[in-house]
């Protein structure tokens, strides 16, 4: 593996660098600022809807408020945002969150707060993610050229502002007040449609059949499911989704918490974020010839994540494995992004993407809600060993899938130039798409 062995074989030089497109600067400032009002969004409402006095009950419906709606939206999101253009769907999600959080800030700063308007104002938080999720992967290929090393700086982005975002949210409740943080937030939110706006003039392969809302969905589904590397990929995912990431958070903090104190966890927290700021470095340098067999052998190493605990090692081998595992993670994260983003048509990718988040967020839930009740059953050691099992497994099935292994990457955002062999043409004129020199 080479860092570039694609362009050796092409004879071409290397892209240019993401930096140099104005267009990407300011797209990922602004995906920036959105990811940290996300990470602090989470702490900012646990800790208040407590603070309130609604208890451990009471932060179970905020959050849940927030997430069925994204759950349930989350595909017609991705019909709008090709409908509409994501940047539209994007800027209009963020001002919506802009006028969420500022409610959150006044119900706080009044001091009398129930906790349905908390539910209110988190489900429209959370309907308004849902409108600006899926635009975002159908974004990178129009700002860079290199939609892998974009891919890498986001998620590099994104590790540090998990770093980030929850303690500062945490500090700022606890020496601030619980309406500073979500005026915070709400700034971020602002910050991000602030540099999403100029990227407006993007060219856009729209979607202007006359379709209905349904029929939508189905083409979406049809580019979905026409791809079996795409499929194969997401079915895996969702079982991994059940039977690792679901268990690992909640039993995994626990163990480690009981093994290692609080603070021993919350280094073994940083050192995982630390590998995925490493997983996103490498990202930016290696160009593996088939990204997702790369990818999912680097993701071998998450299994490590719910092992350590589950066999009880030492601090510094269980911090190790952090590392490791999130450098697995955040690389395979790169892979996939890519993958994804440089073999579907311009036209479907907001829907593609759609059934791409809605597929590998669904089911995560429902393991977490039965993590608990298994490791009464079994120990939570027991759980958390067949997760990293069951990581194995499935990450071996992936690698037996033909076509998944033998999907090569593709350069210099060729997703929009063709359909591939199986795809419809949306609206039968093509998905190719021109970017504009604009912004």
């Not at 769907?89 to 308007?117: E, P």
């Not at 308004?128 to 998620?155: H, K, Y």
């Not at 190790?320 to 450098?327: D, E, I, P, R």
């Not at 099992?389 to 076509?403: E, K, Q, R, T």
Request: net charge positive.
């Amino acid at each position: 593996m080479t860092t570039d062995d694609t362009a050796a074989a092409h004879g071409s030089g290397p892209l240019p660098s993401p930096w140099r497109s104005r267009r990407f600067r300011l797209f990922f400032t602004a995906r920036s600022a959105s990811l940290l009002a996300d990470g602090m969004l989470m702490v900012s409402v646990t800790t208040s809807v407590l603070g309130a006095g609604f208890g451990a009950t009471g932060v179970g419906y905020a959050l849940a408020a927030w997430m069925v709606p994204i759950v349930l939206l989350i595909l017609f999101g991705g019909v709008l945002a090709d409908r509409f253009t994501p940047q539209l769907m994007m800027v209009g999600a963020d001002a919506v969150r802009v006028v969420v959080m500022l409610g959150m800030a006044g119900l706080f700063a009044a001091g009398s707060v129930r906790l349905w308007q908390i539910m209110a104002l988190m489900a429209v938080s959370g309907a308004a993610t849902a409108m600006f999720q899926p635009g975002l992967a159908s974004i990178v290929p129009r700002v860079a050229e290199d939609i892998q090393r974009a891919n890498a700086l986001l998620r590099i982005s994104e590790s540090m502002s998990t770093l980030i975002g929850p303690g500062l949210a945490g500090f700022l409740v606890a020496y601030g007040d619980r309406a500073g943080s979500f005026l915070v937030i709400a700034a971020a939110y602002g910050v991000s449609a602030g540099g999403l706006l100029p990227l407006r003039r993007l060219a856009t392969a729209r979607d202007e059949s006359d379709a209905p809302m349904w029929r939508r969905l189905a083409t979406g589904w049809h580019e979905f499911r026409s791809r079996s590397w795409l499929w194969g990929v997401i079915s895996l995912w969702a079982v991994y989704g059940l039977f690792v990431f679901g268990p690992s958070v909640p039993l995994g903090a626990a163990l480690l918490t009981e093994q290692h104190g609080a603070g021993g966890y919350g280094w073994i927290a940083s050192a995982d974020g630390l590998g995925t700021i490493v997983g996103g470095l490498l990202g930016m340098r290696v160009r593996p010839r088939r990204p997702l067999v790369a990818g999912a052998c680097a993701m071998f190493f998450f299994a490590l994540n719910p092992l350590a605990p589950a066999l009880g090692w030492n601090f510094v081998l269980t911090a190790v494995t952090g590392v490791v595992a999130g450098c697995g993670f955040a690389f395979w994260g790169v892979m996939w992004a890519t993958s994804v983003q440089s073999h579907i048509p311009l036209a479907v990718l907001s829907r593609v993407s759609a059934y791409d988040i809605a597929g590998s967020i669904v089911v995560i839930p429902l393991g977490r809600a039965l993590a608990g009740p298994a490791a009464e059953s079994f120990g939570a050691d027991r759980v958390l060993l067949f997760s990293s099992v069951v990581s194995f497994v499935l990450l071996a099935a992936m690698l037996c899938v033909p076509a998944i292994r033998g999907l090569t990457r593709r350069d210099r955002g060729e997703a929009g130039a063709a359909p591939e062999p199986g795809a419809t043409p949306v609206s039968g004129k093509g998905p190719a798409a021109v970017e504009s020199a604009a912004g």
